[in-house]
Each structure stands twice: as structure tokens, then as C-alpha cells.
């Protein structure tokens, strides 16, 4: 509201006035956007409440159910289940930063399947 009227009107404490006037207002408070942090998945019968996206460039996707609370041992018994039985040994991994993709377990379980693991750089998950 204050970008809109600042254009057209200017008092001394202008921005503060318009506050005071939209928080008194009933219908400004009925539109008003709330500001909160998106809730999550809802949680399935197993509880799982996140998904892990494997992308295959070759064979597609994979969206695996798993819990937020999952260790990188979790990861790894998943991803030989789901992953590496269906598809074979991937040579190259381009991973998030995740804690469980950048803890030692993980470079290590890696190393033992011949994958070279490249992390990506944050918002540019192709690289």
C-alpha cells in the first residue's frame, strides 16, 4: 500500500500513518498475505513425510518417500533397494548439500560403488 500512495501522496511520517491506518483496518486485515513458512508434506501411513527426486538422465526419475529424519545409512539401504537394483551403478551423482549427501558415510558408500559424486551449487541444481 505504501508503494502505491507514495507515488501519488507524501506527509511526514508517511510510512508509519499508513501502518497504523492498515492495521486498525478490517478489510486490509482480511487480505492481508501471511508471512509463514510452508508446512511440509503431509505424512503417509509409514510416515513419510519428505521425497527424495532422483533424476536418471538416461532412464528418467525416480520419487522415493523418505522421512526428514532419515540418516545417510537410510539413504544408502534406500538407494540400493530402489535406485541401483532397478537401474545399476550410476557413474556420476550430482547431489545437493544436503547433511546426509556431504557426510563421510555417504562419500564413502560412493567411492565403494565407482560413482563420482559432484555436489551443486545452491539454486543451480544442474551443475
Known amino acids: 500500500m505504501y508503494r502505491d500512495l507514495r507515488e501519488v501522496y507524501w506527509w511526514s511520517s508517511m510510512k508509519k500513518g499508513i501502518a497504523e491506518i492498515v492495521v486498525k483496518c478490517p478489510n486490509c486485515q482480511q487480505v492481508k498475505v501471511e508471512h509463514q513458512r510452508p508446512g511440509g508434506l503431509p505424512r503417509s501411513r509409514r510416515q513419510h513425510d519428505s521425497i527424495w527426486v532422483i533424476?536418471?538422465?538416461?532412464t528418467n526419475s525416480d520419487f522415493l518417500p523418505v522421512k526428514t529424519t532419515h540418516s545417510?545409512?537410510?539413504?544408502?539401504?534406500?538407494?540400493?533397494?530402489?535406485?541401483?537394483?532397478?537401474?545399476?551403478?550410476?557413474?556420476?551423482?550430482?547431489?545437493?548439500?544436503?547433511?546426509?549427501?556431504?557426510?563421510?558415510?555417504?562419500?564413502?558408500?560412493?567411492k565403494s560403488l565407482g560413482s563420482k559424486v559432484n555436489l551443486s551449487t545452491a539454486f543451480h541444481p544442474q551443475t
Open 55 to 58: 533424476v536418471d538422465t538416461m
Open 72 to 110: 545417510a545409512e537410510d539413504y544408502a539401504r534406500l538407494y540400493i533397494q530402489e535406485v541401483v537394483r532397478l537401474h545399476g551403478e550410476p557413474v556420476l551423482i550430482i547431489s545437493d548439500r544436503g547433511a546426509q549427501f556431504t557426510a563421510q558415510f555417504w562419500k564413502s558408500f560412493q
